[in-house]
Nanobody
Framework: EVQLQASGGGLVQAGGSLRLSCAAS????????IGWYRQGPGKEREGVLC?????????YYADSVKGRFTISSDNAKKTVYLHMNNLKPEDTAVYYC???????????????WGEGTQVTVSS
């Protein structure tokens, strides 16, 4: 069974950092692009960052996180990480990871989703 599980959220002060993890199982991990999405209070879900196949390049969905967030992948652990620095209150959201056999910019979106993890940034 395809499974994606996000973890690592918590409460952090503005300017702080967190690392989120997305653990994958049940599919050929290195054949899939893995993206991070978030949904803040009263907002629509938006894409944040994605790590793509076949090149492993970073794809930015949101300009607001450039220079603050990075994404990395550990194929041996089948885990994708979202490194978040200089967090702002507007980053407060439930963060989700999703997977697609296509590329990060595909209009079809993610085929698989995991449960989200809450990130709360206090001011």
């Amino acid at each position: 069974e395809v499974q994606l599980q996000a973890s690592g959220g918590g409460l952090v002060q503005a300017g702080g950092s967190l690392r989120l993890s997305c653990a994958a199982s049940g599919f050929q991990f290195d054949d899939y692009s893995i993206g991070w999405y978030r949904q803040g209070p009263g907002k629509e879900r938006e894409g944040v960052l994605c790590i793509g196949v076949p090149d492993g390049a970073t794809y930015y969905y949101a300009d607001s996180v450039k220079g603050r967030f990075t994404i990395s992948s550990d194929n041996a652990k089948k885990t994708v990480y979202l490194h978040m620095n200089n967090l702002k209150p507007e980053d407060t959201a439930v963060y989700y990871c999703g997977g697609t056999h296509s590329h990060c910019g595909s209009s079809y979106g993610m085929a698989y989703w995991g449960e989200g993890t809450q990130v709360t940034v206090s001011s």
